[in-house]
Nanobody, 123 residues
Framework: QVQLVESPGGLVQAGGSLRLSCAAS????????MGWYRQAPGKQRELVAS???????NYADSVKGRFTISRDNAKNTVYLQMNSLKPEDTAVYYC?????????????????WGQGTQVTVSS
């Protein structure tokens, strides 16, 4: 019922910038938190950034000052602006959304995930 579709990633030189987007669609009443995670080869998935429905943000220490997360509630879309990219940012990036769905007469929150997109930063 709910799908999250991410924009393509890309190959970027160190110091460059890239913006990712993720749009949710389907049976959505509202969306609470949205976030971006990443997983590099041989490493565990880690939270990169999150944003609450009201706009409050949280960032991993490794990306603070370089990445910016934002959202467009009218479009059910979350963005990740990545600046000053480093080779260690290379990973598959996944978006996540805590979606509120109504199963009458109740409401239920469930996490949905994007398909993942490859970001490669060359040195």
């Amino acid at each position: 019922q709910v799908q999250l579709v991410e924009s393509p990633g890309g190959l970027v030189q160190a110091g460059g910038s890239l913006r990712l987007s993720c749009a949710a669609s389907g049976s959505i009443f509202s969306i609470n938190a949205m976030g971006w995670y990443r997983q590099a080869p041989g490493k565990q998935r880690e939270l990169v950034a999150s944003i609450a429905s009201g706009g409050r943000t949280n960032y991993a220490d490794s990306v603070k000052g370089r990445f910016t997360i934002s959202r467009d509630n009218a479009k059910n879309t979350v963005y990740l602006q990545m600046n000053s990219l480093k080779p260690e940012d290379t990973a598959v990036y996944y978006c996540n959304a805590a979606v509120i769905q109504r199963v009458s007469p109740q409401f239920s929150e469930r996490d949905y995930w994007g398909q993942g997109t490859q970001v490669t930063v060359s040195s």
